[in-house]
């Protein structure tokens, strides 16, 4: 691709690496530094039923799972921005054709084909 080519797709992992870091940095302290009273707004001391404490353990884990997966996504990010350096943005790195268009604004941090990714998937 050619250097003007890139500059959206550039942009467009740029805004979304910033946005995503936002969100992760948000649950993070959502999941990690509120007890369950803080979150509640609940300043008794009144003893949590077990129902509630499971239901918090379970609201935790499930966001710890999102940041994971969110955090996986800024990785592939961070790729596809090395990948634009390199001059090898937009080249499957399975067959090394080049990925369509409307594949990389649909998922602009793709290393795969459409035809590399289904077979990824396939296993």
């Not at 379970?58 to 966001?63: A, C, K, L, Y």
């Not at 090395?82 to 602009?108: D, H, V, W």
């Amino acid at each position: 691709m050619k250097k003007t080519e890139l500059k959206p797709y550039k942009e467009m992992l740029l805004q979304l690496r910033a946005r995503l870091r936002g969100d992760v940095s948000a649950m993070a302290d959502a999941a990690l530094n509120k007890t369950r009273s803080e979150a509640n707004g609940d300043l008794s001391s009144m003893p949590i039923h077990m129902a509630d404490i499971g239901s918090d353990n379970f609201e935790q884990e499930f966001t710890l799972s999102l940041m994971e997966t969110e955090e996986g996504t800024l990785d592939a990010i961070e790729s596809a921005l090395e990948r634009i350096e390199e001059k090898t943005y937009g080249i499957c790195e399975e067959c090394q054709k080049p990925i369509k268009k409307t594949r990389l604004k649909a998922i602009p941090y793709t290393p795969f084909c459409i035809n590399c990714a289904s077979l990824r998937e396939q296993g």
